[in-house]
């Protein structure tokens, strides 16, 4: 018997279904990154773009995380997150506030991202509860495997789709994601809505 579950966009209501149970097996379990990875990219430079710099890592850490445990193995995932913070300070200058700065972060990530995963060519990272929108179940084993659920269909997507994904249910807006990803906006709606059927089809009992 599965066992209802809601997925929540931002505050929005991204699938309410009853889910079929699924395995743990297979599964890795992500590490655990601190705050004390920044530190290595803030001596020597000018104080103003230190604090603006730091700033932007303090307000995007978690979502920074997210993704490095998506796009790389548990073994490369802190790695992975010290190049998106190289590639985020050795950017930040040509940062020119044409977007919202949330959307310049995601892009210069996401790319740096699907290049470290193209090059290392190993099995993602998934999601830990912390990082993702689901509603509170009523008892602690509905939490994880709701988690399964969700992980084990991230994992099979491809990198566009699980980028669009993990910005969807961050509550980003289509345009928003159309910018980042480089797809047309029409391409996104059209990929969230077959991502939605799909994870019908896997995963919601009749």
Request: net charge positive; hydrophobic share 35%.
């Amino acid at each position: 018997m599965g066992h209802t579950c809601v997925f929540l966009r931002g505050k929005k209501k991204f699938l309410v279904c009853k889910i079929r149970p699924c395995s743990s097996t297979n599964l890795i379990k992500p590490t655990k990154l601190g705050s004390q990875n920044i530190q290595g990219f803030k001596g020597g430079m000018l104080n103003t773009k230190q604090e603006r710099y730091q700033e932007m890592v303090e307000n995007n850490l978690g979502r920074l995380k997210m993704i490095a445990r998506n796009y790389s193995a548990f073994d490369n995932s802190e790695d992975l997150l010290q190049e998106m913070l190289y590639q985020l300070w050795r950017s930040f200058d040509k940062f020119k506030g044409e977007s919202a700065l949330s959307t310049w972060v995601y892009r210069v990530a996401l790319n740096t991202a699907i290049s470290f995963s193209r090059s290392r060519n190993k099995k993602i990272q998934l999601l830990t509860h912390s990082d993702v929108g689901l509603d509170e179940p009523q008892h602690k084993g509905d939490i994880s495997q709701s988690v399964r659920v969700l992980e084990q269909f991230l994992a099979n997507l491809g990198k566009i789709d699980r980028a669009i994904l993990m910005l969807y249910l961050d509550d980003i807006s289509n345009k928003e994601i159309s910018t980042i990803t480089g797809q047309t906006e029409s391409a996104v709606g059209v990929r969230i809505h077959r991502m939605k059927q799909r994870f019908k089809q896997e995963y919601v009992e009749e």
